[in-house]
């Protein structure tokens, strides 16, 4: 997963689920504040909150069930987690 700089294109951080060998397995979900974003892993059906700033990954839900592909409305869980 990659930020970039919508002025310049410019790359601002990058994550990467390792343990995956080239398969993409995270998705962005929302914003929770200008330098967080929650990504999901819809492999193994957690959601972490990345600070793009300083690169800190940290796990707020797991889901029981690997590969359980879940949608929230991004505001609802800006309340719930933040």
């Not at 059906?45 to 879940?70: I, Q």
């Amino acid at each position: 997963m990659v930020v970039v700089d919508p002025s310049d294109g410019a790359v601002l951080a990058m994550l990467a689920a390792p343990r995956r060998g080239g398969q993409c397995v995270l998705g962005a979900q929302t914003w929770l504040t200008e330098r967080n974003l929650l990504v999901s892993d819809w492999v193994e059906g957690d959601l972490w909150s990345w600070d793009v700033a300083s690169g800190r990954v940290l796990r707020v839900a797991t889901s029981p069930v690997n590969g359980l592909n879940v949608s929230v409305s991004g505001e609802v869980l800006v309340r719930r987690v933040s």
